[in-house]
């Protein structure tokens, strides 16, 4: 089945790039998907990228897809407060159990 | 439109008692997932249904049983609850298996 890793933690200055990185293993995935859980909340579907783009651009995200190496990213510009909260990637089991989820990276946000 | 809905939000538990975490959703969704989430460990799929009436194990499915009587509800049970289950339960569901979820709020579960 799928395995899906992400680091543990990311730290950013307020107003830097964050860029969160994925490594995946089943490369039959249609789509990939990032999730964004705020402290004390559920999981927040923050966007997804279909397996034949490299590139997807929504405002201040930006997914890309190195499908070669197996590699998903998502970098958020001009980090805010508000953008901390743990961060997870996902792609799919290949089989009816749905999506696998990697551990979560928690973005921390210094001032 | 409530989407994923969880009750309660906040349970404790003494060891060896019994409880039921429901989830409901109005989506029409037939995928549903009960998932547990711990400190350092991610999620952990528990159970899952694919359609009214079925329901099939997740990675982490010992000591809890599930239902899935009507399309939009999911229910997870604890029949004897231990201190290992301590946990956020989070409920899920989606259109198909390789779709997005869509989570519920979470219930927090303390068994002393």
């Known amino acids: 089945g799928e395995d899906v890793e992400q680091s543990l933690f990311l730290s950013v200055r307020e107003g830097d790039s964050s860029v969160i990185n994925c490594t995946y293993t089943?490369?039959?995935?249609?789509?990939l998907y990032w999730y964004k859980q705020e402290p004390g909340a559920g999981l927040q579907l923050l966007t997804y990228i279909f397996s034949n783009m490299d590139m997807k651009q929504d405002q201040r995200l930006t997914v890309l897809l190195n499908k070669k190496d197996k590699h998903l990213s998502l970098r958020i510009a001009d980090t805010q407060t508000g953008d901390s909260a743990i961060y997870f990637c996902a792609g799919e089991g290949g089989g009816a159990d749905g999506l696998t989820f990697g551990k979560g990276t928690h973005l921390i946000i210094q001032p | 439109n409530a989407g994923v809905t969880q009750t309660p939000k906040f349970r404790v538990l003494k060891t060896g008692q019994s409880m039921t975490l429901l989830c409901a959703q109005d989506?029409?969704?037939?995928?549903m997932y009960w998932y547990r989430q711990d400190p350092g460990m991610g999620l952990r799929l528990i159970h899952y249904s694919v359609g009214e009436g079925t329901t099939a194990k997740g990675e982490v499915p010992d000591g809890y049983n599930v239902s899935r009587l009507k399309k939009q509800n999911f229910l997870l049970g604890l029949e004897s609850a231990a201190p290992s289950q301590t946990s956020v339960y989070f409920c899920?569901?989606?259109?198909?298996?390789?779709?997005?979820?869509?989570f519920g709020p979470g219930t927090r579960l303390t068994v002393t």
């Open positions: 089943d490369s039959s995935s249609t789509y």
């Open positions: 899920a569901s989606s259109y198909r298996g390789d779709y997005e979820q869509y």
């Open positions: 989506m029409n969704h037939e995928y």
